[in-house]
């Protein structure tokens, strides 16, 4: 099993899902292969597969199976925030996002994530909270240099606020 889960990698990597997905269900149909986080990461590296073919229900269907054979992987919970956030379920995507840093809270992947669906859902201060702390934890990383970039569109804080006090009163 390992050794097909290495050569549905290979494939997947070498930009060929279809035949890293033949790996990967090769290696699930092995009978007596009982380790479910070795299955979990399976079932994650499947759902990568699917994703690429755009297969993905299936893919969603694959993750499920993720939860269930390791409910404690960050890997499988992010990449369900992912794939939630890309179908347009938000809230979905919020609660898989939370899951996964509560398993894996330094992560600066899942922090990337967070403050994609935050700022998709509105959420800007808390968007920018989450890449904030990416940047901070990974200054000279790829993950710190995407989130920088993501601050750097969104611009600076809004520092301006009108108080009553400096507002003119109206003319009668």
Known sequence: VPLMVMAGNAALAGGKPEDALGWFDRALAVKDYTDNAALGAL????????????RLAEAGGALDEVHRLAPEDAEGWLLSATLARRNNDLPRAQRDIEIAAKYAPRDPRIGLEAGV???????EEAARKSWDSVLAADPDGDAGKVAKGYLEQLGPVPTSVVSPATEKPLAP
């Open 43 to 54: 079932q994650a590296d499947r759902s990568r597969a699917l994703v690429a073919l755009g």
């Open 117 to 123: 669906i935050a700022i998709l859902d509105g959420r």
